[in-house]
Nanobody, 124 residues
């Protein structure tokens, strides 16, 4: 199983980026997908998730209303559209896959597969 995250970069505060995570070696449609991030000197934290099947969406309070998660099962890809970026959004962003999650269970780290991460830097 491979999860390849891309789309990170340097952006000014208030700007936008779209992250992508392409999955291979897994039945993508049967997996719930999540995004996590880890800022320098801080612990990894949940950002967003999209559940398999019904497509329920989950967001951390810090990004709700600014970030949007989506998936394209035909392309085996999950996206994270990030708008109105803030310097505190600076982090390495990781995508992850798991067979099932529900509610706040989608927020925890109990994912089966993890990507390598892509760096997002937001300048003030």
């Amino acid at each position: 199983v491979q999860l390849q995250a891309s789309g990170g970069g340097l952006v000014q505060a208030g700007g936008s980026l779209r992250l992508s995570c392409a999955a291979s070696g897994v039945t993508f449609s049967r997996n719930s997908m999540g995004w996590f991030r880890q800022a320098p000197g801080k612990e990894r934290e949940f950002v967003s998730a999209i559940r398999r099947g019904d497509g329920n969406l989950y967001y951390a309070d810090s990004v709700r209303g600014r970030f949007t998660i989506s998936r394209d099962n035909a392309k085996n890809t999950v996206y994270l559209q990030m708008n109105r970026l803030k310097p505190e959004d600076t982090a390495v962003y990781y995508c992850a896959a798991r067979s099932y999650c529900s509610g706040y269970g989608c927020h925890n780290f109990d994912y089966d597969y993890w990507g390598q991460g892509t760096l997002v830097t937001v300048s003030s």
